[in-house]
């Protein structure tokens, strides 16, 4: 079994053997960010529309539209699911539909 934190800065890290490993590259500053074209590779990997992915991710499609297009940045908890969602996207997806 995984096991995951989410740091107060937003980052979220593998917890393995007492180690901490971070799931998603640190970007200049330290802070782990999805920019635009990530997102949008994110989305596409899982072959989904901007409506699905907006739909599965609980966020309105103008919020996916604005992350793709570089408008705007995901932060906090929303920053933290994508960065689990490109780590197993299968099992982020399986364990949102049942909420």
């Known amino acids: 079994m995984q096991r995951f934190r989410l740091k107060a800065d937003g980052r979220i890290v ?37 409506q699905e992915f907006a739909a599965k991710v609980g966020v309105p ?7 793709e297009q570089g408008k705007r940045l995901p932060r906090g908890p929303a920053r933290a699911l994508l960065a689990v969602i490109a780590h197993a996207p ?9 909420s």
Do not use: C, H, S, Y
């Open 14 to 50: 593998e917890l393995r053997d007492g180690q901490e490993f971070p799931l998603a590259p640190e970007m200049p500053g330290g802070r782990a960010l999805a920019a635009p074209l990530e997102v949008r590779d994110l989305r596409r990997r899982a072959r989904l529309t901007q």
């Open 61 to 67: 499609v103008e919020t996916i539209r604005n992350w």
């Open 90 to 98: 299968d099992t982020v997806f399986a364990a949102l539909a049942k």
